[in-house]
């Protein structure tokens, strides 16, 4: 088993930024992959953004691209998302996966593990 839990969401205005934090404890974090996920309000959850095991590899979704930046501290075991200009859009519970295996993937499916969310709500 892995426990993930999310910190760093809140309410932040148009163009701000936030930082989302995820611990990873239980098993060992290199063995996973990592990703960011978010599920706004009658939608179905999408992908933001992953990274490998290595943390030398990253993808994220186009909608985020050049806003975000997923990161890792496999000494800490925990990966960070860090999210500038941000846009109403953007508004959303936001959840950690674990992907065993450590490459990255893109699809909700291929995680094996989630974290509890962490909402984020942006103001126009």
């Known amino acids: 088993q892995v426990q993930l839990v999310e910190s760093g969401g809140g309410l932040v205005q148009a163009g701000g930024s936030l930082r989302l934090s995820c611990a990873a404890s239980g098993r060992t974090f290199t063995n996973y992959a990592m990703g960011w996920f978010r599920q706004a309000p009658g939608t179905e959850r999408e992908f933001v953004a992953a990274?490998?095991?290595?943390?030398?590899?990253?993808y994220y979704a186009d909608s985020v691209k050049g806003r975000f930046t997923i990161s890792r501290d496999n000494a800490k075991n925990t990966v960070s998302l860090q999210m500038n200009s941000l846009k109403p859009e953007d508004t959303a519970v936001y959840y950690c996966?674990?992907?065993?295996?450590?490459?990255?993937?893109?699809?909700?499916?291929?995680?094996?593990?989630w974290g509890q969310g962490t909402q984020v709500s942006v103001s126009s």
């Open positions: 990274i490998n095991w290595k943390g030398d590899m990253t």
């Open positions: 996966a674990a992907d065993y295996g450590g490459y990255v993937s893109m699809k909700s499916q291929n995680y094996d593990y």
